[in-house]
C-alpha cells in the first residue's frame, strides 16, 4: 500500500499520560526504519487552561527543534484533541502556534463523563456515536482516531444511520480516517472494525492514517505492518501522512 512508513499517532512526554522521551521515539522509529512519527500529544481543554496549551506546544516545538537534523525520521508536529467540538474558542488559539502539522479528533468523554462510566446511562452507543457525529460535522480537525473507541470499554451495537451519516460527513468534509491498531491488544480487532471498513469503502472513503496510539515504547508501530498488509488485501485505501495540515499519500 505505502512505499513509505508512518505511525501517526504516538504520544511523547508531553502527554499527561506518557513518559516517553522524544529523542528516544526518533530512536525507536530510526531502528524500525520508520519514514514518519507523528507526535499526537493529548490536548484535553476540559481540564487544561488555554496558556498550559499553548505552553505545552511551544516547548515542544523547541524539544524538536534540538533533535530535527539527528534522525532519519521525519517527526510531524501533530495533536489529539478530546471532544474538539465542544470547545470552538479554544480551538482558535492553536492557529497561534507555528509548525502544527495535524489534529486528530476524538472522543474520550460524553456529558463530561468518561466512556467506561457511560454504561449507567442505557444507551451509551447512541450518546457516542452522537457524539462523534457533532465532533466530525463541526471541528476543526484533519483525521478522526479510533472511531469506535467505545468499544474499549463494553460490547454494544451502532445505529447504523448514525454511522453511515459519520462517514458520509468525514467523505465529504476530506478528513482522513485512522486505523488506530490499539484496538487490537486492547479488545481483539482495530478502532474501527472491519466492518466500519467495510461501510466506509462502499461509501467511497479513500483517506486513512496509521496510527499504534503508543503510550510506551514497546507500542511504537505495534501492529501497523500486519493492518497495512490488511487493509492492502482487502480494500482500495489511500494511506497518508497529515503535514501541514494537509494530506499527503505516502
Not at 19 to 39: F, M, S
Request: aromatic share 10%; charged share 30%; hydrophobic share 35%.
Amino acid at each position: 500500500m505505502a512505499k513509505q512508513k508512518a505511525d501517526m499517532h504516538i504520544h511523547s512526554s508531553f502527554s499527561w499520560d506518557s513518559k516517553q522521551n522524544i529523542t528516544y521515539i526518533a530512536e525507536k522509529l530510526d531502528k524500525k526504519n520508520i519514514t514518519y512519527g507523528g507526535l499526537a500529544d493529548h490536548v484535553e481543554f476540559a481540564f487544561q487552561p488555554e496558556p498550559e496549551v499553548l505552553y505545552m506546544l511551544k516547548k515542544r516545538n523547541k524539544e524538536l527543534a534540538k533533535i530535527e537534523d539527528s534522525h532519519k525520521v521525519e517527526l510531524l508536529q501533530g495533536i489529539e484533541v478530546s471532544e474538539p467540538h465542544l470547545y470552538p474558542h479554544e480551538m482558535e488559539i492553536l492557529k497561534d502556534v507555528d509548525n502544527i502539522d495535524f489534529i486528530l479528533g476524538s472522543i474520550h468523554h460524553v456529558y463530561g463523563m468518561p466512556l467506561k462510566k457511560l454504561k449507567e446511562l442505557g444507551n451509551c452507543y447512541d450518546l457516542y456515536l452522537n457524539s462523534v457525529l457533532q465532533m466530525v460535522e463541526t471541528a476543526n480537525i484533519d483525521a478522526v482516531a479510533h472511531l469506535d473507541y467505545i468499544k474499549r470499554y463494553f460490547a454494544g451495537n451502532f445505529q447504523n444511520d448514525v454511522l453511515k451519516q459519520i462517514l458520509e460527513t468525514i467523505i465529504d468534509r476530506d478528513l482522513a480516517l485512522e486505523i488506530n491498531t490499539s484496538g487490537y491488544r486492547r479488545c481483539g480487532e482495530y478502532f474501527p472494525s472491519s466492518d466500519i471498513l467495510d461501510l466506509y469503502a462502499s461509501l467511497g472513503g479513500k483517506k486513512i492514517i496509521l496510527g499504534s496510539d503508543a503510550h510506551h515504547d514497546r507500542e511504537i508501530n505495534e501492529n501497523i505492518d500486519e493492518a497495512r498488509e490488511f487493509l492492502s488485501e482487502n480494500y482500495n485505501f489511500q494511506e497518508g501522512i497529515i503535514k501541514k495540515r494537509r494530506f499527503r499519500r505516502i
